[in-house]
């Protein structure tokens, strides 16, 4: 059997890593790897830190592109390798174009397409931006999906997917999370050295965002809210920028002289995790720390509108604040003021799983592919 699994960007190789290492060890199993280096940067950090042999490289990634010539480069590069490979299965993971346009161009090869983390919703077509119709179009065009939740199956329920290609497997983030602190924890020289402007004597807050939804006025809100919080004497402010221009003008431009906000480049995930596990407080549009920083036990106050995991808001890991300025301080004011709130949160159960979910994919894809 000849699996081929497609990816693009770092969270992708990030939440694919466990399963391409379960397949590599499966008898009778080819395991090939495309990537599309949506992201070549950061996509890169990843491969080198698991360890991943990429067989084929389709190497689109241009300045400036946009969406359609990222779909169409995918479409017309992934085209030959498909014809070459002729995969019994292809994998994709997330909600990425790379992930929608793979699963179309083997849907035009007539080839079943597996698709890793599915059903997550958020109800709005256009929020997140594109990846809400990325994710409900690979679930139109894929044979198996991999829920990580099941709420994520009963969405796939209520849109018509056939209940015996559903699996609930947990989510392949928090593998590579726990191999990432056990890794850290057997070798601390993986950990990066401390940064000399950080002062262990006060709470660190961890920032992330890159959303398209949030360029432009979202952007300059949510700054706005971490000048505010940097007035605080007890904390400071940890911002690794992402590479994107649209993210990285108008914050170096609002904050790039902050004293006690310090502006980093994008750093590769052990140094991110370890980081993490440092901090007090995580501020973040990101769908995958919204569900790997609950398993530090760090609280995350999400910067979006509307979030694909709900799972973490009713579990009390997460609080949603949007772009508001107002909601964002007051929200962080009360996590670093209110010691018993603080806890509640910090200390809820992660309902993102445990660690098994590369192992239970695994487990479904060979059984379902031997009944094909």
Partial sequence: MRILSVFGTRPEALKMASIIKGLSLERGVESLVCVSAQHRYMLDQVIHLFGIRVDYD?????????????????????KGVLQEVQPD??????????????A?????????????EAGLRTQDRMTPYPEEMNRRLISSLAKYHFAPTPRSKNNLLQEGVCQERIF?????????????????????ELAPKPFP???????????TVHRRESFGKGF??????????????????????????????????LLGEEKNIHLIEPLDYFSFVHLMSQSTIVLTDSGGIQEEAPSLG???LVLRELTERPEALEAGTAILVGTNETKILSETEKLLEDPLHYQTMAQTHNPYGDGRAAERILEQLLRSCKDA
Avoid: W
């Fill in 58 to 78: 389709l190497n689109i990634m241009k300045p400036g592109q946009s969406l359609t010539e990222v779909t169409t480069s995918i479409l017309e590069n992934l």
């Fill in 298 to 300: 760090k609280p995350v």
């Fill in 89 to 102: 299965l292809l994998l994709v993971q997330g909600d990425t174009t790379t992930a929608f346009a793979a």
């Fill in 168 to 188: 609930v497997t947990g989510n392949t983030g928090i593998d590579a999370l726990l191999f990432t602190m056990e890794q850290l924890k057997k070798k601390p």
């Fill in 104 to 116: 179309l161009a083997a849907f035009y090869e007539k080839i079943p397409v597996g698709h890793v």
């Fill in 220 to 253: 300059f809100s949510i700054c706005k809210a971490l000048q505010r919080l940097a007035q605080r004497k007890d904390v400071h402010i940890l911002f690794p920028v992402h590479l994107n221009p649209n993210v990285r003008k108008p914050v170096y431009e």
């Fill in 197 to 207: 402007f950080l002062d262990p004597g006060k709470k660190l807050i961890l920032v």
